[in-house]
């Protein structure tokens, strides 16, 4: 099983859809939580941490649901902007802090 | 500030043929991280320097791969002996501490 693994998508959703993304993850040992987002040969960006009590940034919001191992992320009134590769991310505790991504969900918001 | 750079952008090179790739992190970033992006794949974890030191090197796919940080800043992953699937983008993050990651543009290798 991946460590972290994400719908595959693509997403195609019209201006002003609601889209959620889910993301579930392996090792329990997990202790931080992001959403990158990433643009066509662009580099990572990180759109927003994720906690456990659940945080909104605007229009995006973001949910991790320890016992379950599950991290969501929820755009509403996507805009043409939007459109991105989705990268849910975990990060370990100790040792590197090295992040480990998911392969990412693509959304693309139609006119 | 400045963020994250990365140099060269984009580099093709022969089979066969060693490659250093740059990274000059954030000033004032104590750790710094190689990642790597194949086509279709989600971004692999390469190597974690924090300062000079290199206690996470269990991403580097096989011995031709190897990477240095000097003066706590720049580093410089090189590649010997290329293969085509060393054929990917290269990502070079920077943080403080177990901050924020923040990326570099990467750069792209092409293997011919």
């Known amino acids: 099983r991946k460590e972290v693994e994400q719908d595959p998508g693509p997403f195609n959703v019209p201006e002003g859809a609601t889209v959620a993304f889910n993301c579930t993850y392996s090792?329990?040992?997990?202790?931080?939580f992001f959403w990158y987002r990433q643009d066509c040969r662009k580099e990572p960006k990180l759109l927003m941490s994720?906690?456990?009590s659940g945080n909104e940034d605007g229009r995006f919001t973001a949910q991790l649901n320890r016992a379950s191992q599950y991290i969501s992320l929820l755009i509403r009134d996507s805009k043409l902007s939007d459109s991105a590769t989705y990268l849910c991310?975990?990060?370990?505790?100790?040792?590197?802090?090295?992040?480990?991504f998911g392969k990412g969900t693509k959304l693309t918001v139609n006119p | 500030g400045a963020g994250v750079s990365q140099s060269p952008s984009n580099k093709v090179t022969e089979k066969g043929k060693d490659v250093e790739l740059r990274c000059d992190p954030i000033?004032?970033?104590?750790?710094l991280y190689w990642y790597r992006q194949s086509l279709g794949q989600g971004l692999e974890f390469l190597i974690y320097?924090?300062?000079?030191?290199?206690?996470?090197k269990s991403g580097l796919p096989s011995d031709r791969f190897s990477a240095e940080r000097t003066g706590g800043s720049v580093s410089t992953l090189t590649i010997q002996r290329t293969q085509q699937e060393d054929s990917a983008v290269y990502l070079c993050?920077?943080?403080?501490?177990?901050?924020?990651?923040?990326f570099g543009p990467g750069t792209r290798l092409t293997v011919l």
């Open positions: 993050a920077s943080s403080r501490s177990t901050d924020t990651q923040y």
């Open positions: 090792n329990s040992a997990s202790q931080s």
């Open positions: 994720v906690y456990s």
């Open positions: 991310v975990v990060r370990f505790q100790g040792g590197s802090e090295k992040l480990v």
């Open positions: 000033s004032g970033h104590t750790a």
């Open positions: 320097f924090q300062g000079n030191s290199a206690p996470d």
